[in-house]
């Protein structure tokens, strides 16, 4: 009932800048459920097991991200749109991999590092030297 669609991803070069988007929606009969869950990015690069990126929980009030990414990359979201983001900067080829969006219910507290209850299809990023 929950989907999570990605998009944005790309081929860019080294330094360059990519803007991912996921956005998230619940088909419900529970008509008074509005879904703004927490939202994490994962990445899955070949040969490498899936890390955590970045996440933000479903206020939008607090952000978490990988040391590896801190100062580069910025999460946000568009709560009314039920729209989250993620802005990446000054890219590097070691951030090529598949980019997920997973979803965690809001009704708990969000553990970015943790599991996920839903997840996207993933969007390719390619970044050349």
């Known amino acids: 009932q929950v989907q999570l669609v990605e998009s944005g991803g790309g081929l860019v070069h080294a330094g360059g800048s990519l803007r991912l988007s996921c956005a998230a929606s619940e088909r419900s009969v529970r008509d008074y459920y509005v879904s703004p869950f927490h939202i994490g990015w994962l990445r899955h690069a070949p040969g490498k097991a899936r890390e955590f990126v970045a996440g933000?929980?479903?206020?939008?009030?607090?952000?978490y991200y990988a040391d590896s990414v801190k100062g580069r990359f910025t999460i946000s979201r568009d709560t009314p749109k039920n729209v989250v983001y993620m802005e990446m900067n000054s890219l590097k080829p070691t951030d090529t991999a598949v980019y997920y969006c997973?979803?965690?219910?809001?009704?708990?507290?969000?553990?970015?590092?943790?599991?996920?209850?839903?997840w996207g299809q993933g969007t390719q990023v390619t970044v050349s030297s």
């Open positions: 997973g979803a965690q219910d809001p009704w708990n507290n969000f553990d970015p590092r943790g599991s996920y209850d839903y």
């Open positions: 933000i929980n479903w206020r939008g009030l607090s952000a």
